[in-house]
């Protein structure tokens, strides 16, 4: 079984992300999803998410694609990759955040792991802060 991981915030679930989601379950046969805790959110994005974690985990597992969703951690972000081993990261195509030289700090906990990143969907489009200013009609 080949077991892939990817990584996000997913606060306003929309047709970006699934389709992140989906390109990345395609790349093996168990997708797991790590949702970024509330503190690391206000850390990365200077601002809260609009849904808590708790709400984002349960919008991503009615969504139906990942196999299993689960929360990261707020110090060591690569910790859920060790407890995981997953054979595939999935990393999209704006996330910057901690993955500068991933595939080295894996390695260097004796990980060997694949490291793809996903293309955009329609970006000009669907991408969570301009979603959000829509919401907000700013």
Same mark, same amino acid.
């Given at each position: 079984?080949?077991?892939?991981?990817? /990584?996000?915030t /997913?606060?306003?679930l929309? #047709?970006?992300?699934?389709f992140?989601?989906?390109?990345?379950k =395609?790349?093996?046969?168990? *997708? %797991? %999803?790590?949702?970024?805790?509330d503190?690391?959110? %206000?850390?990365?994005?200077?601002q809260?998410? &609009?849904?808590?974690?708790?709400a984002?985990i @349960?919008?991503?597992?009615? &969504?139906?694609?990942?196999? =299993?969703? %689960?929360?990261?951690?707020?110090g060591?972000?690569? @910790?859920?990759v060790?407890?995981?081993?997953?054979?595939?990261?999935c &990393?999209?195509? #704006?996330?910057?955040? /901690?993955?500068?030289?991933?595939?080295? =700090? *894996?390695?260097?906990?004796? *990980?060997n792991?694949?490291?793809?990143?996903?293309?955009?969907? @329609?970006?000009e489009?669907? @991408?969570?802060? *301009?979603i959000?200013?829509? &919401?907000?009609g700013?």
């Amino acid at each position: 079984m080949k077991k892939v991981m990817c /990584f996000g915030t /997913f606060d306003v679930l929309h #047709d970006g992300h699934r389709f992140y989601l989906t390109g990345a379950k =395609k790349l093996g046969d168990y *997708l %797991v %999803v790590v949702v970024a805790r509330d503190q690391t959110v %206000v850390e990365v994005k200077k601002q809260q998410p &609009l849904n808590d974690e708790n709400a984002r985990i @349960k919008n991503l597992q009615q &969504l139906g694609i990942a196999n =299993k969703v %689960v929360l990261g951690y707020r110090g060591d972000k690569l @910790k859920i990759v060790e407890e995981e081993k997953p054979d595939v990261i999935c &990393l999209g195509y #704006d996330q910057t955040f /901690f993955t500068e030289g991933i595939k080295e =700090k *894996l390695q260097q906990r004796g *990980l060997n792991v694949e490291v793809v990143r996903l293309p955009a969907y @329609k970006p000009e489009v669907y @991408k969570s802060s *301009l979603i959000k200013k829509q &919401l907000h009609g700013t």
